[in-house]
Structure formats: C-alpha cells, structure tokens
C-alpha cells in the first residue's frame, strides 16, 4: 500500500560526500515527518534527522554542519545531503516517514529498507 525506497548508499572515503535519496510511494494522502535513521554495526538504531511539513529540522548533535534534511513536498521524497563523512558515519540509513493514508483518518509510521553507507580508507 506505502512504499519507501532509498537510494543513494554506497562506499565513500572519510571527508567524502553523499547525496540519500527516498521517495514514498502508494496510497498516500499526506505526508507530516519525515527523517533518517541509522544503525552502526554493533549499535542500536538512533535519529539522524528530521524534517517536518513547514521544513523545521533536527540534526542529531554528531552531524551537524555536515549533513542536510530536505524534502521536496510535490514528489514524496527527503534527501539527505551527506558531507565530510567520517568513520563513525558507517551505517545503514533507513528512510522514515510519519503519513496518513487514503481511506484512513490517522497517521502511521513507515520505514524503508535501509541503504548502506559505508565511509573508510
């Protein structure tokens, strides 16, 4: 019924950058937040970023200035701008969304696959 897909993952050297990318798709009525996680190996899953439908952000401390939540409204997509990556940066991302579906008058939590970020020499 909802989709989320993410793209952009891959394997960067430290001070790189990566563009994230996730487009929800399916029978969606609307869109409040949206953001991304990400687990480290050997970690629990934590907050990277959010984004909320008037464009306020949260950066969870250890990323910013180098990292930017945005989101295009008109296609379903948040992006994650990635720079100046670091070791500890190594996660899979997974794409959230916090939508309301037709048909349906509340909101529901949705996650992505996840896309694997990887940042070594």
């Known amino acids: 019924q909802v989709q989320l897909v993410e793209s952009g993952g891959g394997l960067v050297q430290p001070g790189g950058s990566l563009r994230l990318s996730c487009v929800a798709s399916?029978?969606?009525?609307?869109?409040?937040?949206m953001g991304w996680y990400r687990q480290g190996p050997g970690k629990e899953r934590e907050l990277v970023a959010t984004?909320?439908?008037?464009?306020?952000?949260n950066y969870v401390d250890s990323v910013k200035g180098r990292f930017t939540i945005s989101r295009d409204n008109a296609k379903n997509t948040v992006y994650l701008q990635m720079n100046i990556l670091k070791p500890e940066d190594t996660a899979v991302y997974y794409c959230?969304?916090?939508?309301?579906?037709?048909?349906?008058?509340?909101?529901?939590?949705?996650w992505g696959q996840g896309t694997h970020v990887t940042v070594s020499s």
């Open positions: 959230y969304a916090y939508l309301r579906v037709l048909r349906f008058g509340a909101d529901s939590d949705y």
């Open positions: 399916g029978s969606i009525f609307s869109i409040n937040r």
């Open positions: 984004i909320s439908t008037s464009g306020r952000t």
